[in-house]
């Protein structure tokens, strides 16, 4: 077929041919359109994601108050020497920037600043480490004076072991980790039915008088440290009416006439001189446990170290079982 031959049969289909060509480029600047529509509309979906502000926890606190932390905190300072142990069970003991003077465990953090106690707190050293959170008891007088220098503060401050639970979970959220503290909490409950299991039956429901401060202060049958007691099968001298940690009348343990008595090394040493108290028979009779300093610690710190207190506990029962006291 010659070239003008070609031309002629193939000249009616050119119109068409145009035709789609224009079809095609139109759908495809359609198709580019909407396609870069649908780029740029996630672009600013994305810019929009990175300039709203993302919580990463809603707190709330003792106080009832809300603490909104946009990110987890890097630079902490505890008043509290619970909240440093829960802190650095919880693998963030290299968050913290200060404690209190008694926090003591675990030993790194003996070499941070201390920043004295519950009543006189160094306002300006804490200041000037630039926390951005400061954990601290209730009972602090710090902590309206911390708010008003517009630092943020989580009050927390465990007496029983529901807190504890409770302190426990909401560091763990803070910290940016919120299944570490559900985990940590059920490993304390597991050791703490293996001490139990370990408490001579002969012993099981005996009533303790457990002291804290010889003012006297006690562990009553409502707090973390009756409760434990509870666990391991024993009674309480201190019903729970009284509160978690009152304070007694030193007539009152010598009318209870407790079958053993718990007290800190020191403290049990001087409770024979009391008034009244060496005719205390668990007294007379070695019915007795007094703890060293670190065991004592452990004892009355509700947070990671409470397991640590049952075994205690029990290693106690189980001695003065041994020794049949």
Request: charged residues 20%.
């Amino acid at each position: 077929m010659c070239c003008a031959e070609a031309q002629a049969c193939l000249s009616p289909l050119l119109p068409l041919a145009r035709l789609a060509r224009a079809f095609i480029a139109g759908l495809a600047a359609r198709t580019a359109g909407w396609m870069a529509a649908r780029m740029a509309a996630g672009l600013v979906i994305a810019l929009a994601a990175a300039a709203a502000p993302a919580t990463a926890a809603t707190l709330v606190d003792d106080r009832g108050r809300r603490i909104d932390l946009s990110a987890p905190p890097q630079r902490i300072v505890s008043l509290l020497p619970s909240l440093t142990e829960t802190v650095c069970a919880l693998q963030a003991c290299g968050r913290l920037v200060g404690t209190d003077r008694y926090s003591s465990w675990p030993a790194s953090v003996r070499d941070l600043p201390k920043l004295g106690g519950l009543e006189d707190t160094q306002i300006e050293r804490l200041v000037a480490l630039k926390p951005d959170l400061v954990l601290a008891a209730g009972s602090s007088r710090a902590v309206d004076r911390l708010e008003a220098l517009g630092l943020r503060v989580l009050a927390l401050e465990p007496k029983n072991l529901q807190d504890t639970e409770r302190v426990i979970t909401q560091l763990a959220l803070a910290l940016g980790d919120a299944a570490a503290g559900p985990a940590l909490w059920q490993a304390l409950q597991r050791r703490i039915d293996a001490a139990a299991a370990r408490v001579p039956l002969a012993l099981r429901g005996q009533r303790v008088y457990f002291e804290v401060a010889s003012t006297p202060f006690a562990a009553g049958e409502a707090s973390f440290i009756g409760q434990t007691l509870v666990r391991l099968g024993m009674g309480n001298v201190v019903p729970a009416a009284l509160g978690p940690f009152p304070q007694l009348n030193p007539e009152f343990v010598v009318r209870a006439a407790p079958d053993i008595v718990m007290a800190s090394r020191r403290g049990l040493a001087e409770m024979p001189q009391r008034p009244g108290w060496s005719a205390l028979r668990a007294l007379r009779e070695q019915r007795s446990c007094g703890f060293d300093r670190e065991t004592w610690d452990s004892l009355v710190r509700p947070g990671p170290r409470l397991a640590d207190g049952a075994e205690a506990l029990a290693d106690c029962l189980a001695g003065l079982a041994a020794q049949g006291r």
